[in-house]
Nanobody
Framework: QVQVEESGGGLVQPGGSLTLSCAASEIIFRIGVIGWYRQAPGKERELVATLTSGGNTNVRGPVKDRFTISRDNGKNILYLRMNSLKPEDTAIYYC?????????WGQGTQVTVSS
């Protein structure tokens, strides 16, 4: 069974940092694509960053200078390091693994940026 599970959300002040983790099945890292999405209140879910099985990373323009996607090579864990957080980064952050055209979503983790 393919599994995807996020952790690490919380409340952080503007300008602060936070690292999200996503534990996922090894097969996604080996032959699929895995990434982070977020959904702010009243908005549609949007792509944040992706990592392919070949190791290629892509971080969307609006957060490119502040967010970093990476993987722990010794474990099946995907990270999203978020720096210089802004109130507009407040959202539920989801991890999604795509394998053979099928999407596997985690339940999401809440990130709130507020003073």
């Amino acid at each position: 069974q393919v599994q995807v599970e996020e952790s690490g959300g919380g409340l952080v002040q503007p300008g602060g940092s936070l690292t999200l983790s996503c534990a996922a099945s090894e097969i996604i890292f080996r032959i699929g694509v895995i990434g982070w999405y977020r959904q702010a209140p009243g908005k549609e879910r949007e792509l944040v960053a992706t990592l392919t099985s070949g190791g290629n990373t892509n971080v969307r323009g609006p957060v490119k200078d502040r967010f970093t996607i990476s993987r722990d090579n010794g474990k099946n864990i995907l990270y999203l390091r978020m720096n210089s957080l802004k109130p507009e980064d407040t959202a539920i952050y989801y991890c999604k693994g795509t394998l053979n055209g099928v999407a596997y979503w985690g339940q999401g983790t809440q990130v709130t940026v507020s003073s």
